[in-house]
């Protein structure tokens, strides 16, 4: 399967600051997801992503297909963007639930 | 917006006792969930998808015995582990799977602590 490689492993960030997160892949993917699960274990779907670029209020997210990654963007962050961020990539054909996170980015903000 | 709703929340039980966690969709129906187990500090791992009206499919290395899953209703799908032991402890969330006309997405449960001791 494909295999998905998340950096960095931590962040730590002071409240206002923004950043970027990056997720690259071993091979092409056709359905791409951001995910958000915060400090209480809630997972939230932040965006599906399988190319171009979308943006939700502070976060931004663009995957390059054809180069086989996807970036999210934080701007301006809080301490509720606190928790681990989670990408996800399927190749074609596969189940669009059936997900294999990879190991996250844990981002701490802090006040 | 869609809700799962995952229960119990929390749950400690003695080695060799059966638990079960209910997966619901509130809002719409589900033909599709998953089960995941998350160990402390590491990613997601599938369990199993849950079919409704089918038997489920299981991960490679997932014990179909030890973690049996029930999807009886569009809205409901749920997770036994039966004869649970220590290692067994883990977080363990749902997902339910939602098509239409509002587009495909992916809502969580919010996760069941399980501590068997």
Redesign the interface.
Known sequence: GIQVEQSPPDLILQEGANSTLRCNFSDSVNNL?WFHQNP??????LF?IPSGTKQNGRLSATTVATERYSLLYISSSQTTDSGVY?CDGRAGGT??????????TILTVHP | GAVVSQHPSRVICKSGTSVKIECRSLDFQATTMFWYRQFPKQSLMLMATSNEGSKATYEQGVEKDKFLINHASLTLSTLTVTSAHPEDSSFYICSAYRSGTYGEKLFFGSGTQLSVL
Do not use: V
């Open positions: 997801q209480w274990g809630q997972l939230i779907n599906y989670f189940s669009y639930g059936k997900l294999t996170f990879g190991q996250g």
